[in-house]
């Protein structure tokens, strides 16, 4: 198991304005993605945060508004950029194993005005 | 694309009633299915895992799943829940296919809310 540990835990900002959610993992690990939890939507994968290279992103997600960095690996960090309304959600970190199970953080809820 | 189906979205019972949350994918192949549960105000967590073997599953605090592969189904059951399994619950599923990285495909979730 892993344990995962994101900050800032919840944060209130301004339209237009940007935000850098760390993820911390107590050991490392190959595998760290960033999901995103909507009110009443199922988790959505954002992107594979890789060691050393550019991060994979999914459908509907692009690097300018989602920039990753993973400079090692037991840290990443997510930046939702230009933030609007829509914005508003939980982000979440985590990490898998080879079996596919997921270690996730607290999630670092957000709120856009 | 694979999918992963949950038909309850809010399912409210009474203290000692039994729980059932249905759960169905759309891969034909090889899988390993989750289920996790989010407590209020907490992380996601593991509830149970199924990755081969004996198609029922037993979890935590009481938990159980049974995979039946000719349903495509991994539905959750409680004999007899409590006010504390009041949380979301989520089914995943990650094919387990040997061409490299698979992601894991949640469901849309189940809020389950107990009353005393």
């Known amino acids: 198991s892993a344990v995962i540990s994101q900050k800032p835990s919840r944060d209130i900002c301004q339209r237009g304005t940007s935000l850098t959610i760390q993820c911390q993992v107590d050991s490392q690990v190959t595998m760290m993605f960033w999901y995103r939890q909507q009110p009443g939507q199922s988790l959505t994968l954002i992107a594979t945060a890789n060691q050393g290279s550019e991060a994979t992103y999914e459908s509907g997600f692009v690097i300018d508004k989602f920039p990753i960095s993973r400079p090692n690996l037991t840290f990443s960090t997510l930046t939702v950029s230009n933030m609007s309304p829509e914005d508003s959600s939980i982000y979440l970190c985590?990490?898998?194993?080879?079996?596919?199970?997921?270690?996730f953080g607290e999630g670092s809820r957000l709120t856009v005005l | 694309a694979q999918s992963v189906s949950q038909h309850n979205h809010h399912v409210i019972l009474s203290e000692a009633a039994s729980l059932e949350l249905g759960c169905n994918y759309s891969y034909g192949g090889t899988v390993n299915l989750f289920w996790y549960v989010q407590y209020p105000g907490q992380h996601l967590q593991l509830l149970l895992k199924?990755?081969?073997?004996?198609?029922l599953v037993k979890g935590i605090k009481g938990f159980e799943a049974e995979f039946i592969k000719s349903k495509f189904s991994f539905n959750l059951r409680k004999p007899s829940v409590q006010w504390s399994d009041t949380a979301e619950y989520f089914c995943?599923?990650?094919?387990?296919?040997?061409?490299?990285?698979?992601?894991?495909?949640f469901g849309t979730g189940t809020k389950l809310q107990v009353i005393p």
């Open positions: 199924y990755f081969s073997g004996d198609p």
């Open positions: 985590s990490v898998e194993d080879q079996s596919g199970e997921l270690f």
């Open positions: 995943a599923v990650i094919p387990m296919n040997s061409g490299g990285y698979q992601k894991v495909t």
